[in-house]
């Protein structure tokens, strides 16, 4: 905190020990950010977070009077909320935790991601934080502020109740612990046959257990211990990113001289009111040498309250040519209703055919060839490559070429109901051509256990895909003549696309690669060379408020 700040500050807090509200109010709303980012990320987004948010904001506004020194006040609020998050550990040893509550809980990870937009290493680094401890969550919370210019050195050491020296020792391990963590997260997101074998039993939610496991995994696997890219240290990272955003809607029901929150409101301008102003308009949240604001560097995303609309089967006929009928195992998929023919209308140049479902071709029947379309280049936001992981992530592509979207279905985190991604924003045309990668997603991947595909397990359930949605492959290509945005609308199974600029030649080479190459089927053609190719079916010329509210074969 600047000289300038710590002054203001200074007198806030006098004012509003002297019993002025409008300091009191100015005092919460200032410092209710960085209270949740303490809480939230030491109790990784548990249903409890609200509630010792709330605890601590209440005991700071009735003991403020206590306070002798106003320019300690930042770590004074920081170790009542450590106060407060140790008492709720104890009282958790004595009492039944609620795990429906803890499930329905947003994760604080998973919201820092979407709330801040990370990629790459810093979403690595968010993602770590599920994998550690809770004391060494407790102590990560602080020093993560730390880094981020929010606590000194010796404000984490007091908030934590110990000394500088004993801080240091402690937050060097902590550190060690979230590398290993950051190894796990790196692994998972790759695609080690051994490593998918390990996780089949896995229940999907990190423990210390299973941490063990994995990290002894990762020390003896030359593919997972393979960083392609020099691993930036943690507080490098952290030093660009801001606090999570307070969620929209968060509201503190604070007493306040006998009077609620709600009753102080009735004759001014409360400070309740007032942080539920500010909360609703677009968040700032300050770092060490940078300002990020909603809409440029983070956008606040919220779910819908009910899924997309879903329209009926696809009507339209696939355009690749015909395959034999044996179909890829899926065990938890329902037989897909044959597609039936599009009613006769005059011929369109584009959008008069969208995918549909179909059956995988025979593993050993070899492609259609590939018409060549013209090539001048796609340029994408997410550059080489860009890997989305969470609901809101996207990526523009714009130019003449081929685009490849590599699908990797996690259901060993969380099976069921799968979200289907959306393309919004068309600007000219978008067809997909081609479908590779050595298999359909459904397809089985496990030589001891049959139940085993792309899209779960009897194990871990399966991911299931709405009703006339066509199988995805590993790979899909597309071909854009224009702009387009893909957005991934994950809110029921977890799921994660990587997005490539490609070529013709990548996908040609890629659909050719049959079972004696040693992949489980050839890819499959579904480009006609006319403008009949099959089109994606969620997309739009529009730009949603909501990528997630694209109607099946909408209109383009």
């Known amino acids: 905190m600047d000289e300038a700040a710590g002054r203001q500050w200074r007198a806030t807090i006098a004012a509003a020990q002297a019993g ?42 009735d003991h403020l009077g206590s306070l002798r020194d106003p320019d300690s006040f930042r770590s004074w609020i920081v170790a ?4 407060q998050i140790r008492d709720r550990g104890r009282r958790r040893q004595t009492e039944r935790l609620d795990e429906s509550a803890a499930r329905e809980a947003t994760d604080f990870a998973e919201l820092t991601v979407l709330r801040l937009q990370l990629e790459g290493q810093r979403r690595e680094v968010a993602e770590a ?3 550690l401890d809770d004391e060494d969550r407790h102590l990560l919370s602080l020093w993560w502020l730390e880094v981020a210019g929010e606590l000194t050195r010796r ?18 391990r902590v550190k060690e612990r979230l590398e290993t963590a950051r190894g796990i997260v790196r692994a998972l997101d790759g695609a080690c046959p051994e490593l998918r074998e ?86 700032v949240a300050v770092t060490a040498g940078a300002t990020l604001v909603a809409g440029g560097a983070y956008v606040v995303t919220q779910p819908p309250d009910a899924p997309p609309p879903r329209a009926a089967a696809p009507t339209a006929a696939s355009t690749a040519r015909p395959r034999s009928p044996t179909p ?33 071709p025979d593993p050993t029947a070899e492609p259609a060839a590939l018409p060549h379309r013209p090539e001048s280049g796609i340029t994408s936001t997410g550059g080489a490559l860009a890997v989305m992981n969470h609901r809101g ?27 289907m991604p959306a393309w919004t924003g068309l600007k000219g045309k978008l067809f997909h051509v081609a479908s590779g990668g050595g298999r359909r997603m459904d397809d089985r991947v496990s030589s001891t256990d049959s139940s085993v595909t792309g899209m779960g397990s009897t194990a871990t359930g399966y991911t299931v895909l709405p009703p006339g949605a066509q199988q995805m492959w590993q790979n899909e290509y597309f071909y854009l003549d224009g702009s387009v945005t893909l957005t991934v609308n994950e809110s029921g199974a977890d799921y994660n696309l990587s997005v490539f600029p490609s070529s013709w030649d990548a996908a040609n080479k890629d659909i050719n690669q049959g079972p004696p190459d040693g992949v489980i089927r050839y890819g499959l053609v579904r480009d006609t060379g006319k403008d009949d190719t099959p089109v994606p079916q969620y997309l739009t010329r529009a730009t949603p408020a909501d990528a997630a509210t694209v109607p099946q074969e909408s209109r383009v």
């Open 129 to 131: 934080v599920r994998w």
């Open 20 to 61: 002025d509200r409008h300091a009191l109010d100015e005092l919460v709303q200032g410092w209710l950010p960085l209270v949740y980012n303490v809480v939230g990320r030491a109790l990784n987004g548990h249903a409890d977070v609200d509630d010792v948010v709330q605890e601590t904001m209440l005991r700071a506004v």
């Open 393 to 419: 992530d996207s990526v523009t592509l714009t130019g003449r070429g081929y685009v490849l979207v590599r699908w990797q279905i996690a259901p060993q985190y969380r099976a069921g109901g799968l979200v």
């Open 80 to 83: 009542i909320a450590m106060r």
């Open 328 to 360: 890829s195992v899926s065990p938890s998929a329902t037989p897909a209703p044959s597609p039936s023919p599009s009613p006769t209308r005059k011929a369109e140049l584009y959008g008069t055919v969208v995918d549909a479902v179909d059956r995988a």
């Open 198 to 283: 390990l996780t089949a039993r896995w229940n999907g939610r990190p423990d210390s257990v299973w941490r063990k496991r994995l990290a002894r995994h990762i020390r003896g696997c030359g593919y997972c211990g393979d960083t392609r890219e020099a691993v930036v240290p943690a507080e490098r990272l952290l030093v660009g990113i801001a606090l999570t955003p307070i969620p929209v809607g968060f509201t503190l029901s604070l007493a306040l001289g006998g009077k609620t929150a709600a009753a102080a409101t009735a004759t001014s301008v409360g400070w309740s009111a007032k942080v539920m102003a500010a909360l609703t308009q677009p968040a």
């Open 155 to 172: 404000e984490l050491a007091a908030a934590a109740g110990i000394s500088r020296q004993h801080a240091a020792v402690r937050v060097q």
